[in-house]
């Protein structure tokens, strides 16, 4: 059974950073992405990363400010978020690229405020 575990959101200011982070128990993926649904929005393509990690690829909304990374060692996929903008703010979830219904975890909640 897999399961995609995703944390590290939170309340943050405008121009503050936060540090996602998401566990995959039970299987590996190829391509990783983030992904992030804002009220009243259909979920949306953040970032995404190839299996070694020298392929990244973002939405233009969040590049120069986000970066994904992995370590397959451990199993898990970060995003480090940088100048968070009040347009950021959204559950943020992570599956694979591209997504497999099945894999949708809970999400984290990142709220920026002005």
């Known amino acids: 059974q897999v399961q995609l575990v995703e944390s590290g959101g939170g309340l943050v200011q405008a121009g503050g950073s936060l540090r996602l982070s998401c566990a995959a128990l039970?299987?590996?993926?190829?391509?990783a992405a983030w992904f992030r649904q804002a009220p009243g929005k259909e979920r949306e393509f953040v970032a995404g990363?190839?299996?070694?990690?020298?392929?990244?690829y973002y939405t233009d909304s969040v590049k120069g400010r986000f970066t994904i990374s992995r370590d397959n060692a451990e199993n898990t996929v970060d995003l480090q978020m940088n100048n968070l903008r009040p347009e950021d703010t959204a559950v943020y979830y992570c599956?694979?690229?591209?997504?497999?219904?099945?894999?949708w975890g809970q999400g984290t909640q990142v709220t920026v405020s002005s």
């Open positions: 039970g299987r590996t993926f190829n391509n």
């Open positions: 990363i190839g299996w070694s990690g020298a392929t990244t």
């Open positions: 599956n694979s690229d591209p997504p497999a219904n099945e894999y």
